[in-house]
Each structure stands twice: as structure tokens, then as C-alpha cells.
């Protein structure tokens, strides 16, 4: 999954969102050096990719793209599924999600002095293109392709994928609701056993 589905299933708590969103950026124990929460909030971060990465609606999904993405076909999911939770986020909160968002970036910027330096680096750009708004719209997730494929320096042809996101769109959108009812139940079962 993307950012706006880690911090969504950060179930509220400021240090497990803090710690869930910046996980990919934090290697091996390095996490130990954080509060309790934040920990947690890494390791759910490595919970729910690897429960992704190995669910069969997400392989379903996978099979449904061009094959001349190979590998990165997993992260071109994770940025559809964020799409698709944008656009049916009135089924899963009640706060609206441009609230949402600018309350995620206040928190973030509140703690920037305990962010990786990696994570410092991303969030100016994440905030001033408001991408967690923005994965509702075509034009969003095309530009979060295009910026990918960049930094692939073309390999990963990800500018592409819109057109596989049109194609099948509908089958995206169910794979995405059945998937996500699991993941949500698996997130909340991960913070139990994470106590």
C-alpha cells in the first residue's frame, strides 16, 4: 500500500502514523531508536507490505498490467490502491479527506526534527503537490507515475500504467474493496499483537 492507506490504518495514534510513514525509510534495527509507538507503527508498516505483497487479490491485480512493468507492478498497485481509496474514502471516515490530509501534514511538519533525513527531504514536495489529496484524481496518480518513472530513469516505463488503470478500472476499484476489508482486519489485529 501507499502512503494514504499506511497512515489510514495508523488507527489514530500520532506516533504510529508518524512511525508507519516513515518505515521505508528507516533499515533494519535502526528503528530502536524511536518511542515505543513509533516502533510500532514501523513494524505495522512492515506488516501490512508483506501482507500485501503475498495476498491473492493483490496478485490478481499484479496480472491485470502490462507485463513490460515486471517488478515495479507492485508499486504501480500500491499507488492505484491509494487512488481508489481516495475516491471511496466517504466508506471508510467521516472527517472529509482535504481534513484529513491537512491535519496529516500539520502532524508531520510538528515532528519534522525526529523524520529520517530521507523522509525531511520528500515532505516539502509531498505537501506543495498535496499528493495524498490528490491520488483521487487521474491527473494526481499520472503525475505520482510520472515521478516515479524518473527516478527509475525510464526503466520502469510506470508513466504507462494510467492507460492499464483505464482499462480495467472497474476491477481495480473491486479488487481494491475486497482487498482492503482484509487488510484493515489484518492492521487491526497486527496493533493487538504489537502491544
Known amino acids: 500500500m501507499n502512503f494514504l492507506a499506511h497512515l489510514y490504518l495508523s488507527a489514530d495514534n500520532t506516533e504510529i502514523m508518524i512511525g508507519n510513514f516513515i518505515a521505508d525509510h528507516i533499515k533494519g534495527s535502526k528503528f530502536t531508536q524511536y518511542t515505543p509507538d513509533i516502533q510500532r507503527g514501523i513494524r505495522l508498516h512492515r506488516a501490512i507490505d508483506s501482507f500485501t505483497d503475498t495476498h491473492d487479490i493483490v496478485r490478481q491485480s499484479k496480472r491485470r498490467l502490462d507485463k513490460r512493468y ?91 500504467a494510467s492507460q492499464d488503470l483505464l482499462e480495467h478500472y472497474d476491477d481495480f476499484n473491486k479488487d481494491f474493496k475486497l482487498f482492503f476489508e482484509h487488510l484493515r482486519e489484518h492492521s487491526i489485529k497486527t496493533l493487538e499483537e504489537l502491544r
Request: cysteine-free; charged content about 20%; aromatic content about 16%.
Open 70 to 160: 515486471g517488478h515495479y507492478s507492485g508499486v504501480i498497485i500500491d499507488i492505484f490502491y491509494d487512488h481508489f481509496l481516495a475516491i471511496n474514502w466517504r466508506q471508510y471516515s467521516e472527517i472529509p479527506l482535504e481534513t484529513y490530509v491537512q491535519s496529516v501534514y500539520r502532524l508531520l511538519n510538528q515532528h519534522l526534527d525526529i523524520l529520517p533525513v530521507k523522509t525531511q527531504e520528500m515532505l516539502p514536495y509531498m505537501i506543495k503537490y498535496n499528493w495524498l489529496y490528490n491520488y483521487q484524481f487521474a491527473k494526481g496518480i499520472q503525475e505520482v507515475l510520472n515521478g516515479m518513472n524518473r527516478r527509475t530513469q525510464g526503466k520502469s516505463k510506470m508513466n504507462l
